[in-house]
């Protein structure tokens, strides 16, 4: 089957358009298989756009590890840059397993309306009441440096934040994985760590659950500056610099939902049995 190879500030994916086939009902062994960068395409997702009665089109997302899930930022503004491409309208619908995002061109980048972050502790969900500007949650790093009270946010998946002085200087690849799958997570989570530089420039990397340490985390940027404006570090609009790249995230106040606005580039095109 035909493949695209694309990526959203380096955050990467092995894409195929199942619109002509009908579902694309991966095994978790199949899309595993197709992500491995050893022995396969390689990539951080495998994304399948399907055919969709609520949308222009439903984006089906395998993470690394072979197990579907709900959302996934960079890889909508891929999608809708091949839907517009099609399409003659100023924008595309794009459905998901965490509803309907809209995305339109913002001259040579792509936007995607994410819709509201959930903030309730059983929405994120994590495994007690809590306060989600800063979770009840703390570990310690091998070093002895304790990293604790992150920002719970969901963008259509779990995110928790930690603020630290000086990402460069965070374990991320040593804690993250113990993070991602703690059962204080009952759905896992995807662990950012952000530095506030100033009120509208922010620097981040994320363990992504099922993926790792990716270049860049389109739904983690979203929920960065979410996480930072509530608790009082950022603006609703900021660029937030990842490993590959910036987005620019905006957290509208008139309607509650989030904006990510960035690159999108196809890499090759191939082919690869299934």
């Known amino acids: 089957m035909r493949y695209f190879k694309m990526n959203g500030c380096g955050n990467d994916f092995v894409m195929f358009d199942a619109r002509a086939h009908g579902a694309l009902d991966l095994t978790p062994a199949q899309a595993a298989a197709i992500a491995s960068r050893e022995t396969g395409v390689g990539c951080d997702q495998v994304i399948a756009i399907e055919r969709s009665v609520r949308g222009d089109a439903f984006m089906r997302i395998w993470n690394a590890d072979g197990q579907e899930v709900s959302a996934c930022g960079n890889a909508a503004r891929c999608v809708g840059q091949l839907l517009l491409g099609e399409n003659p309208g100023p924008s595309v619908k794009i459905e998901t397993r965490a509803g309907v995002l809209k995305a339109w061109s913002a001259e040579s980048l792509i936007t995607v309306d994410m819709g509201s972050p959930l903030l309730k502790w059983e929405e994120i969900p994590v495994s007690r009441p809590c306060d989600t500007v800063h979770l009840d949650y703390s570990v310690t790093a091998p070093d002895g440096t304790v990293f604790t009270a992150p920002g719970g946010v969901n963008m259509g998946n779990p995110h928790a934040v930690f603020f630290v002085a000086e990402v460069a200087q965070a374990p991320v690849a040593l804690i993250g994985p113990g993070i991602a799958t703690d059962p204080?997570?009952?759905?896992?989570?995807?662990?950012?760590?952000?530095?506030?530089?100033?009120?509208?420039?922010?620097?981040?990397?994320?363990?992504?659950?099922?993926?790792?340490?990716?270049?860049?985390?389109?739904?983690?940027?979203?929920?960065?500056?979410?996480?930072?404006?509530?608790?009082?570090?950022?603006?609703?609009?900021?660029?937030?610099?990842?490993?590959?790249?910036?987005?620019t995230i905006e957290w509208r106040a008139s309607d509650d939902r989030v904006l990510m606005t960035g690159p999108v580039e196809i890499e090759h095109e191939g082919d690869v049995s299934l």
Not at 227 to 242: F, I, T, W
């Open 184 to 247: 204080y997570f009952p759905e896992g989570v995807n662990v950012g760590f952000l530095e506030v530089r100033t009120r509208t420039q922010l620097r981040l990397r994320v363990w992504e659950r099922g993926a790792g340490l990716t270049k860049a985390c389109g739904t983690g940027a979203c929920a960065a500056i979410v996480a930072a404006h509530r608790a009082g570090l950022s603006e609703r609009r900021a660029d937030v610099e990842l490993d590959g790249g910036t987005l």
